[in-house]
């Protein structure tokens, strides 16, 4: 079973950025892609981001998060990151880390989560 541990959240005023990252061990071979969702009070989890796990990056977004948010990957530290700049309240959230098979599974069936990290954006 693969583990993923983010970290990262904080408080932040509005247009402040933020570096989320999110670290995988254990089986990491079983990772294809791996992806940011976010889940706000009273609201679904929303897919934000992801990223293929090997050869050229390939990425996906979120239209409502695109321009504002780069997800990159370090893979000597089997990390994802997620820069998010720009910030706006409406980005506030548990932000979860996400394994998968590939990247377009990454982003509907994810495999593995992580426990979430809180971001909270204020006016």
């Known amino acids: ?4 541990v983010e970290s990262g959240g ?12 999110c670290s995988a061990s254990r089986r990491t071979f079983n990772i294809y892609a791996m992806g940011w969702f976010r ?10 981001a992801a990223i293929n796990w090997s050869g050229p990056a390939l990425t996906s977004y979120a239209d409502s998060v695109k321009g504002r948010f ?7 530290k089997n990390t ?3 820069q998010m700049n720009s910030l ?15 990247i377009v599974a990454v982003t509907t069936t ?3 989560w992580g426990q979430g990290t809180q ?4 006016s």
């Open 119 to 122: 971001v909270t954006v204020s």
């Open 88 to 102: 706006k309240p409406e980005d506030t959230a548990v932000y979860y880390c996400a394994s998968g098979s590939s």
């Open 110 to 112: 994810p495999n593995y």
């Open 1 to 4: 079973q693969v583990m993923l």
């Open 39 to 48: 889940q706000a009070p009273g609201k679904e989890r929303e897919f934000v």
């Open 70 to 76: 780069t997800i990159s990957r370090d893979n000597a």
């Open 10 to 21: 904080g408080l932040v005023q509005a247009g402040g950025s933020l570096r989320l990252s």
């Open 80 to 82: 994802v990151y997620l």
